[in-house]
């Protein structure tokens, strides 16, 4: 494994936060309007459900708003964590001012157990997340940890043959050249974001994927019972230019201009923790 991969990652997501808080970076003026909620939160309503009267956490939260839409939708208690201090400072500024009531909390996510004390009725954990995480059977045993008996575990990720693809090419062939399974971790220097303008002070990263049933196993490992799986043909960011267009049918997502079902681009992916809350 690349052995500075956490400090790589922590610099780079620290160094993110000016940049997607910027006013051409992530649009945060769209969340005074009080129902207003993310893009991505919108995209997985239909699966995800209200959340009325249940505690959530949401696992690398970022600068919180997903955080925040969860709270939108009914939680009695919403806390979010991440590992980057800058990122949860500006979450909890976000908050305040889209009048939320979430608690944000730093703290690597293998940690989450110890940090937060407390168990939850729902783990969520958005998109592109799990790929700045090594290891994915200690990231299901955290989620096991952090759940109670009864308890949902709601993932929407980046599908793994999306993360095991080239960057584009100027043939537009679609290629896989990184590795599909969990591995070592691959370096990658990018000076821009997926949202903003400005530079990335700190433009190095570790990446690492996990295969589908990497992640079924270690999640039925821990413990839990998989209860949904669903590969889709969008994902919320343009990772393959001119390969890609938006999507009429989903705002915010984006699919692959032709032949869009040759590749999956995200999965939605449900578990339970056996036993009965309370």
């Known amino acids: 494994m690349t052995q500075d991969w956490r400090a790589l990652n922590h ?5 993110r936060v000016p940049v997607h808080t910027a006013a051409d970076g992530y649009d945060l003026k769209a969340f005074d309007e009080p129902g207003y909620l993310s893009e991505v939160v919108r995209y997985d309503l239909p699966r995800l459900g209200r959340l009325d009267g249940l505690a959530v956490v ?40 889209a009048g939320a009531r979430c608690r944000f909390v730093e703290a690597d996510v293998y940690d989450a157990v110890a940090a937060l004390g407390t168990r939850f009725d729902l783990v969520y954990t958005g998109i ?46 679609l290629v896989v050249e990184y590795p599909y399974f969990e ?22 990263s570790v990446s690492f994927n996990h295969g589908l049933g990497e992640v079924f196993t270690a999640l039925t490992a821990a413990g839990l019972t998989v209860t949904h ?9 343009n990772p393959l230019d001119d390969a890609m267009i938006g999507s009429r049918e989903y705002p915010g997502e984006f699919v692959l201009a032709e032949q869009p079902d040759r590749l999956p681009l995200t999965y939605t992916l449900q578990a339970i923790k056996p036993g009965q809350s309370g």
């Open 11 to 15: 610099a780079n997501w620290e160094s």
């Open 58 to 97: 949401h696992l690398q939260c970022h600068i919180g708003t997903d955080t925040v839409s969860l709270a939108r939708l009914g939680a009695t208690s919403v806390v979010g964590l991440d590992f980057s201090g800058a990122a949860v400072q500006a979450a909890t500024r976000f908050a305040a001012r």
């Open 128 to 173: 592109g997340a799990l790929c700045w995480l090594p290891d994915i059977t200690a990231w299901a045993e955290v989620v096991a940890g952090l759940l109670e008996p009864g308890g949902r575990l709601f993932l929407r990720e980046g599908h793994p043959m999306l993360w095991s693809l080239c960057d584009p090419r100027p043939d537009g062939l």
């Open 183 to 204: 591995g070592r971790g691959v370096v990658f220097e990018e000076d821009t974001s997926y949202a903003g303008s400005a530079a990335v002070a700190q433009p190095r």
């Open 229 to 237: 799986l669903e590969e889709h043909r969008e994902v919320p960011w």
